[in-house]
Nanobody
Framework: QLVESGGGLVQAGGSLRLSCAAS????????MGWFRQAPGKEREFVAA????????SYEVSVKGRFTISRDNDKNTVYLQMNGLKPEDTAVYYC??????????????????WGQGTQVTVSS
């Protein structure tokens, strides 16, 4: 089970750090990703990281502002979000690919999903 935390309300230009922890299992051999879904919109890819943390991938609009990282000793994946914009408002989900592969943007490749955490950016 994946559990996200760290969402909240922040002003434009502010920062948040999301965390995704595994309950009852290990993430160390899993590629991980973050997705988001805004009201009335489809779920979209945000960022992904390989199973060993060596490779990352970002959606164009967040590149340079967001950083995905992982601490396999703590069984946790992070999404550091800086320079937040109102258009970043969404429910953010973490997801896991249950294979030791590189980062992937395709939601269909992910096997496990968290319940989501709300991020709201005010203007």
């Amino acid at each position: 089970q994946l559990v996200e935390s760290g969402g909240g309300l922040v002003q434009a230009g502010g920062s948040l750090r999301l965390s995704c922890a595994a309950s009852g299992g290990t993430l160390s051999n899993y590629a991980m990703g973050w997705f988001r879904q805004a009201p009335g919109k489809e779920r979209e890819f945000v960022a992904a990281i390989s199973w060993n943390g060596g490779t990352t991938s970002y959606e164009v609009s967040v590149k340079g502002r967001f950083t995905i990282s992982r601490d396999n000793d703590k069984n946790t994946v992070y999404l550091q979000m800086n320079g937040l914009k109102p258009e970043d408002t969404a429910v953010y989900y973490c997801a896991a690919v249950s294979r030791p592969v590189g980062p992937t943007m395709r939601g269909a490749e992910y096997d496990y999903w968290g319940q989501g955490t709300q991020v709201t950016v005010s203007s």
